[in-house]
């Protein structure tokens, strides 16, 4: 008979959890994390819970967890855009072309309150990524909720940077609003 598979318990599956995400090019999806700790994925939503409790910078993506690296990310801004959902790509395109991090979306809902998703852009290839995610899964985007308003927390090496986004959000009629 072949040797049963050990359920990793607790603290040290929270441990293991964080060096797989430390050790990791890219996300991790919970349902293999779940099968390598032999226990369910609504256990390692909790862990993942329970290690951004801790300050631990995990974010969940539509691809699974990942640990936010602050590499070169020195400066951020939130802005508040309105478009319609045809122009997401290109608003994106246009900041991440610009040296920016696309790090969420939120929406103000007038019923579930403030709504936030993970985004993590910073190329053209994961900008591709993500609107064929959303046309894959037959998902709208958030901002369709209200209007097409949202708001985007940027990420970039500089202010400057971040002053020249604001500038384009502008001149191509996304930038509703910035905050500091």
């Known amino acids: 008979m072949g040797e049963e598979k050990k359920k990793l318990l607790g603290k040290a599956r929270r441990s ?9 090019e890219g996300p991790l999806k919970g349902s293999v994390l779940a099968k390598e700790a032999n226990v369910s994925r609504q256990v ?35 802005v508040v855009c309105q478009h319609l959902p045809e122009r997401t790509e290109e608003e994106l395109q246009l900041l991440v072309d610009l040296g920016v991090t696309v790090k969420d979306v939120r929406v103000e809902h007038p019923v579930y309150g403030l709504m936030t998703a993970s985004i993590m852009v910073s190329n053209r290839r994961e900008v591709k990524q993500f609107i064929s995610r959303i046309s894959q899964g037959k998902a709208g985007y958030l901002s ?19 002053e020249e986004a604001v500038v384009a959000l502008t001149d191509h009629g996304f930038l509703l609003k910035e905050w500091d």
């Open 16 to 24: 293991w959890l964080l060096e797989k995400l430390q050790a990791a």
């Open 144 to 162: 369709e909720l209200t209007g097409g308003i949202h708001l985007h927390t940027l990420a970039a090496e500089d202010e400057d940077v971040l």
């Open 44 to 78: 390692i939503v909790g862990d993942v819970t329970l290690l951004k409790a801790e300050q631990h910078p995990i974010i969940a993506t539509s691809e699974g967890y990942l640990l936010h690296q602050q590499s070169g990310q020195a400066a951020e801004k939130i």
